[in-house]
């Protein structure tokens, strides 16, 4: 098979998924094939309480079950790639040394008992969303025979990884409920988010109560003559994104992955653009003659996560935010030097840096620090 028609496969299979959530294994599985990785996953983890909780895995072993689950109850929280990854951009694909040298990587405890046994040596992460205390993050592990990330999984994985990130967003706003595509528009009439689905002109074959009262308050959108339409400057996109919906999956690429749009209020929204014309979600296409479906919330606010907000404040380096917040959540020094896998003397050297930055003199004042930016609104 060709690259091309292979990454359109996958493509579609994750968005199916989004429609679908009992899918998600075996998209995921497609994807681990795409890239070249022994095991994937979706999962968001707190910042702050290192707290993981698992959306959708996959995992080539046998015995992958079993590391899933005692990496959500104990090794999540000792995973070292946190909480320095919050600080890259949405989709870029982070590799470890991006965040922490290899020679520290491979002397902590997470790597020796969690990744060695598995035979699991390299991998590349991307956050699909970040909130003010928790990311949610796509993960693809390499296993040793398969070799160390290089350049064809990077490319593969860039690709790949805006879609899995559309999937995911709508399958937030529909809440993950199980949509039949043959009756697509019955089953999306409910939701708060306004949904329309539309051709590839623009024009509205079907808009749930949501969408009509967007319309309706002509604040964010109208539509002429039937045609969905931004008050803003982001009509032209919006139309692009529904005529390259037409020609399949992989023709949208990484347009209208959150199309930004703002009504005359000055509240901020986002659009996402789910193409109709492969995968089963071809039988709403076919149903409706329809091309897109076009799902609209308010944006979230913008805030800066507790490590990164922290990080600004006081001028924290990568690694000094990495002992801080092992500091809070592991405890002494004795206690995280192994953790982390680097010496005693290291972790106090770090300390004795964030208490001079931070004005701080004891371990309780780090943990109330850390607290009150985990806080606020």
């Not at 620090?369 to 609104?377: E, H, I, M, N, Q």
């Amino acid at each position: 098979m060709r690259e091309a028609e292979e990454l359109s496969r996958v493509i579609g299979e994750v968005y199916d998924a989004s429609l679908d959530p009992a899918l998600w294994p075996h998209a995921i599985e497609s994807i681990c094939g795409y890239v070249g990785a022994a095991s994937a996953s979706l999962h968001s983890q707190d910042s702050v309480t290192r707290a993981t909780d698992a959306l959708f895995w996959w995992g080539r072993a046998s015995t992958a079950p079993h590391y899933f689950k005692i990496y959500l109850e104990k090794y999540g929280k000792l995973n070292p790639i946190f909480p320095g990854v919050v600080f890259f951009d949405l989709e870029l694909p982070v590799a470890v040394p991006d965040v922490i040298s290899c020679e520290e990587f491979v002397r902590t405890r997470f790597f020796q008992e969690w990744l060695a046994p598995q035979s699991l040596m390299d991998g590349l992460f991307s956050n699909l969303e970040k909130g003010t205390t928790s990311c949610a993050l796509f993960t693809a592990m390499r296993h040793a025979a398969q070799g160390p990330v290089d350049d064809r999984m990077r490319r593969r994985f860039e690709l790949i990884t805006p879609h899995v990130r559309r999937a995911m967003l709508i399958g937030q706003v529909i809440d993950l409920h199980r949509v039949e595509a043959a009756a697509l528009a019955d089953s999306l009439d409910e939701l708060a988010s306004g949904v329309f689905i539309v051709d590839s002109n623009g024009r509205i074959i079907h808009a749930n109560a949501s969408a009509h009262r967007l319309i309706a308050e002509a604040s964010l959108l109208r539509a002429p003559n039937g045609r969905i339409a931004a008050l803003d400057l982001q009509s032209r996109t919006l139309l692009d994104v529904f005529s390259a919906a037409k020609a399949g999956d992989a023709a949208v690429g990484k347009k209208g992955i959150a199309l930004p749009l703002t009504a005359r209020t000055g509240e901020r929204y986002v659009a996402h653009v789910l193409p109709l014309t492969s995968g089963a979600r071809r039988k709403a296409g076919v149903s409706y003659a329809a091309t897109a479906a076009m799902f609209i919330r308010k944006a979230a606010l913008d805030l800066p996560s507790p490590p990164e907000a922290l990080a600004s404040q006081f001028k924290l380096t990568p690694a000094e935010v990495r002992v801080l917040f092992a500091i809070v959540e592991i405890g002494g020094v004795p206690e995280v030097a192994p953790v982390l896998g680097i010496a005693d003397q290291t972790v106090k050297s770090h300390l004795h840096h964030i208490y001079e930055k931070t004005e701080t003199k004891r371990q309780a004042d780090l943990v109330k620090l850390v607290a009150s930016y985990s806080a606020r609104p």
